[in-house]
């Protein structure tokens, strides 16, 4: 299983960056695809998820009306798109893959950071 992160980088606040997860080794339109982040100092916290078949979203609070999770099961591939960023927004953002409680895996990560 490989999850392959890309897209970080640093933006001003107010700008928009548009992260992937390309995903190998297991049937990616099974699993509920996610993106975490976490931020220096705090503990990594769910950002959005989407389930495999269906295409359901969820998203935590604070992101809600500025990014969006979508997948692409043709290309095995997730995505993140976030617009109007902040600089709370700024962390190492993390794409997972789970099925069920034996199935769990990480990323190794990609860093966003929202300066001017």
């Known amino acids: 299983v490989q999850l392959v992160e890309s897209g970080g980088g640093l933006v001003q606040p107010g700008g928009s960056l548009r992260l992937s997860c390309a995903a190998s080794?297991?049937?990616?339109?099974?699993?509920?695809m996610s993106w975490y982040r976490q931020a220096p100092g705090k503990e990594r916290e769910s950002v959005a998820t989407i389930s495999g078949v269906g295409g359901i979203t969820n998203y935590v609070e604070s992101v809600k009306g500025r990014f969006t999770i979508s997948r692409d099961n043709t290309r095995n591939t997730v995505y993140l798109q976030m617009n109007s960023l902040k600089p709370e927004d700024t962390a190492v953002y993390y794409c997972h893959a789970e099925r069920g409680v034996r199935f769990s895996y990480w990323g190794q990560g990609t860093q966003v950071t929202v300066s001017s």
């Open positions: 080794g297991f049937a990616f339109s099974s699993v509920v």
